[in-house]
Nanobody, 122 residues
Framework: VQLTESGGGLVQAGGSLRLSCAAS????????IGWFRQAPGKEREGVSC????????YYKESVKGRFTISTDNAKNTVYLQMNSLKPEDTGVYYC????????????????WGQGIQVTVFS
């Protein structure tokens, strides 16, 4: 499985970015896929993920109402639309994907992308 993130960059607070993660060698059948981030000096944390078992989604509390996760199964791609960005959203964003029948949690034991930098300045 290869996950390739794109769409990061430098943005002013209040702006928007859309992250994309293209998955190759991964079948969008029974899966969980999503986004994690790591800020400097902090541990990696889950931001948002989606589980195919029941179509449920998870959002970190601080991003609810601002971020939206979606998938395009035909393109084997997951997106993270990030609006109203804040400086505390700054970090390296990682895509993760896990294929497992009946999975109902975020993909912490699957494959990882290399990460992409998102920097929000005030």
């Amino acid at each position: 499985v290869q996950l390739t993130e794109s769409g990061g960059g430098l943005v002013q607070a209040g702006g928007s970015l859309r992250l994309s993660c293209a998955a190759s060698g991964f079948t969008f059948d029974d899966y969980a896929i999503g986004w994690f981030r790591q800020a400097p000096g902090k541990e990696r944390e889950g931001v948002s993920c989606i589980m195919s078992t029941d179509g449920s989604t998870y959002y970190k509390e601080s991003v609810k109402g601002r971020f939206t996760i979606s998938t395009d199964n035909a393109k084997n791609t997951v997106y993270l639309q990030m609006n109203s960005l804040k400086p505390e959203d700054t970090g390296v964003y990682y895509c993760s994907a896990e294929s497992r029948v009946g999975i109902t949690r975020c993909p912490v034991f699957g494959s990882w992308g290399q990460g992409i930098q998102v920097t929000v300045f005030s």
